[in-house]
Each structure stands twice: as C-alpha cells, then as structure tokens.
Nanobody, 114 residues
Framework: QVQLVESGGGLVQAGGSLRLSCAAS????????MGWYRQAPGKQRELVAA???????NYADSVKGRFTISRDNAKNTVYLQMNSLKPEDTAVYYC????????WGQGTQVTVSS
C-alpha cells in the first residue's frame, strides 16, 4: 500500500510562490495518473492538477497558467510549483492517484494573505 507525505506548504503573500512535494513510500512508476488536490474550509476536496505517466498534464481552470505539476518516478515524488498565488488558493493540499485510491496523507497547509 502506497503511503503519501505532503510537504512544502506555508504562509505566503499574494503574488508569491511555493513548491509542494509529495513523497510516496512505494513506487509510483506504475501509477499512470497522479494528482494534487486541495480542500478549503467548508468546501469539498477538488482536483487542481494531474499528470500521467507520459507527463501529460491537466489543470483546473482556476490554477491554469499559475501552477505546474511534475513527477520524478526515480524519487517517487510528485511536485506542484505554485506561482502568482491568490488568497483563494488558501487550502490544505493533498496528493493521490487520479482518481484517488490510496489513503489520504495529512496534507500540507497553504495560506495566502492579501
């Protein structure tokens, strides 16, 4: 069973950047699609970015052009580079397969101040 540990969150001003990392305990080489999800207070968890094994990427409209997802299969790690952050990006960010099929990690909190 793959276990996922997210890191890299923090408090940043609007317009700033953060890079999130998701380390998997097992190999992600065989997992076709991985994704980054976020959940804001009082809202449902949503998929914001996804990447397939051939590095095809897809993004939610709300983050397109600002976020970049990438994966390093050799390191069993998925990344999310977040630029031009907005207050509405404030949420707990999680990674998982797409669609999700592993236990959720603890997530990493991203807070963007205006």
């Amino acid at each position: 069973q793959v276990q996922l540990v997210e890191s890299g969150g923090g408090l940043v001003q609007a317009g700033g950047s953060l890079r999130l990392s998701c380390a998997a305990s097992g190999s992600i080489f065989s997992i076709n699609a991985m994704g980054w999800y976020r959940q804001a207070p009082g809202k449902q968890r949503e998929l914001v970015a996804a990447i397939t094994s051939d590095t095809t990427t897809n993004y939610a409209d709300s983050v397109k052009g600002r976020f970049t997802i990438s994966r390093d299969n050799a390191k069993n790690t998925v990344y999310l580079q977040m630029n031009s952050l907005k207050p509405e990006d404030t949420a707990v960010y999680y990674c998982n397969a797409n669609p999700p099929r592993f236990p959720w990690g603890q997530g990493t909190q991203v807070t963007v101040s205006s």
